[in-house]
């Protein structure tokens, strides 16, 4: 951690305490320009991703400041992630209320911090501001990729494989239970404290990036509820999709609430929050996307696939009854 | 304006309604992917910034939506400007309040449509959340330079001329005449008018950049106050500098205020908001930068200079006793 600075406002002082140590991007000049510098590598596109997060609408007020650090960059490092692109830095937009004091700046940035580094993505540039309402953390993220190689929503064909990293709606039951006290209490610790995790801190399958950019015709993350998601995908793609629920992974922790709560199973599949990729494979290409996969260490499955069609995609269950949900993804609107 | 998609959530059709006719440049993918792709020319560099506005912070919440959408922009582009840049596009993370519904997004999107059109800054890509707090538009906007010719902060050195765009003061007096309805009251209409408008609409200096690039030794924009920000900037130089009060460029809008309050000349000296460039220029490029800063329309004047020594730039008056500010810029913290 950098010294106090001797002179400047309390905004340059709180930048150069709390931030300079992450801004270790030569073209960040140690927060002290107003701009930064980035020059991508000749046969490189830059992919640019913005998302915000707000205290009371994508996490709790109350929840630990490193943890929403860690949430604030994650969710744009999940996109690009999912985009095929390797991180490069972000900018970073902070509204802080009145009690967001130095205690909670300083875990703030520890956990931003620790991520910057852990996923190679360091503080460019910032603005901080004084705000009357709820903390608001904006991320602007830029990754890279070859020349005209980003993986868009689009490229789905008929035909192809539909793949989930991970497991799907831990991170919406997780919110559910903080919600619901009642039924948190029915479920064993470790099955609590797993979706508890899953929507504090979100994993971004960073590591899937190069098998994506090798093997999808089409890939988007999973943040506002697989169902919803995957209907995106089509839509962009020109195509709909098959999916059996029957495939789609879900964790030991999600299946003991599904056990006690039969409404999970439509929370799991709609919720938001997964960041876990949605991509499509074609056919010619499955084997090597599952051996790419398996040697970055992300867990696959393949639910479905692509069929020809505008309809929205068929979720169906074991008896191939399609399942028909009160609402498919999640809309501020 | 584009019709309403067929499906889709709120947020979907709120982004196609609105913001989609803001993204024409190719990267967008008319806001249908989850990220923005962009190519900088062969021998630029991308410069990066990013500024965030808040209702009841740094404008009403009850001024023309347009002209919130304009000053979002504008803020941004006036550093990017500042910094020898040629606006490329930008990235907008809306949070929005209930009370912001369809006929505030529209003018708000028409307000920043118009400006993406004139100064050749198109929509990338974007955020839309709902909050229970104040609006905030985050606004991350990126342009290019030749490479390695980003005009910094830190390049001052003694002798160099100190010299600002435009007139200093007006948007910061024009802040304070709408808290202070009295003081309005007294001014002619026209001077009234002249600094309500430049509070509310910022006039980045887009067309001094190729100058600032040709000849700057420094330069940054002035967003928090011009005493505060020579501070800045010479800080950066490891310099200091004396500036001649008589000197700095004022309104005749600010000189009516001033001629009523006597604390007004301190107000325009140390408040926000101007959004004029502050930069330094070495002896011998001097007539050339003037040349080249008239060819492009933009008011200059030289107001000191820049001298040896890290203390605080002197601010002198007519007899030359340095004026002491109580606060010298514009602090959140």
Redesign the interface.
């Known amino acids: 951690m950098d010294e106090l600075p001797t002179?400047?406002?309390?905004?340059?002082?709180?930048i150069a305490r709390y931030f300079r140590p992450l801004a270790r991007h030569p073209?960040a000049?140690g927060l002290?320009?107003?701009?930064?510098?980035?020059?991508?590598p000749?046969g490189f596109?830059?992919?640019?991703?913005?998302?915000?997060i707000?205290a009371?609408?994508?996490f709790f007020a109350d929840d630990p400041p490193d943890s929403v650090g860690c949430k604030a960059l994650r969710v744009n490092l999940s996109?690009?992630a999912?985009?095929g692109?390797k991180p490069s830095g972000f900018?970073?937009?902070l509204?802080?209320p009145a009690e967001a004091g130095t205690s909670w700046l300083a875990s703030f940035a520890d956990g931003l911090g620790m991520d910057a580094d852990r996923y190679d993505c360091p503080l460019?540039?910032?603005?901080?501001?004084?705000?009357?309402?709820?903390l608001?953390v904006?991320i602007?993220a830029?990754g890279v990729?070859p020349?005209g190689a980003?993986v868009?929503?689009?490229g789905a064909k008929p035909g192809d494989a539909v793949f989930v990293s991970g497991t799907i709606g831990d991170a919406a039951l997780g919110l559910k239970l903080r919600r619901d006290p009642m039924l948190a209490r029915q479920l064993r610790r470790q099955a609590r404290d797993h979706l508890a995790a899953r929507y504090l801190r979100p994993e971004p399958r960073v590591e899937l990036a190069p098998a994506l950019l090798l093997h999808a015709s089409a890939a988007?993350?999973v943040s506002?509820g697989l169902a919803?998601d995957l209907?995106?995908l089509c839509?962009?793609s020109r195509a709909s999709a098959e999916v059996d629920i029957e495939r789609v992974p879900f964790s030991d922790a999600t299946r003991e609430v599904m056990a006690i709560d039969t409404r999970a199973s439509d929370v799991a599949l709609t919720g938001g929050d997964d960041y876990e990729v949605l991509c499509t494979v074609s056919p010619e290409r499955i084997d090597a996307f599952k051996t790419a996969a398996a040697d970055a260490g992300v867990p696959l499955t393949q639910i479905g696939c692509i069929v020809a069609g505008e309809r929205?995609p068929a979720f169906r269950d074991g008896a191939g009854r399609a399942r028909v949900f009160a609402t498919a993804?999640f809309?501020?609107?």
């Open positions: 002179a400047g406002s309390g905004e340059d002082q709180l073209g000049f002290e320009d107003d701009a930064a510098v980035l020059v991508p000749p596109d830059l992919v640019l991703k913005t998302d915000a707000i009371g609408v994508h996109d690009l999912a985009k692109a900018l970073l937009s509204a802080l460019l540039g910032g603005d901080t501001d004084r705000t009357p309402g709820p608001v904006s602007a830029v990729v020349s980003m868009r929503r689009s988007m993350d506002d919803g209907a995106k839509r962009a929205s993804s809309s501020h609107f």
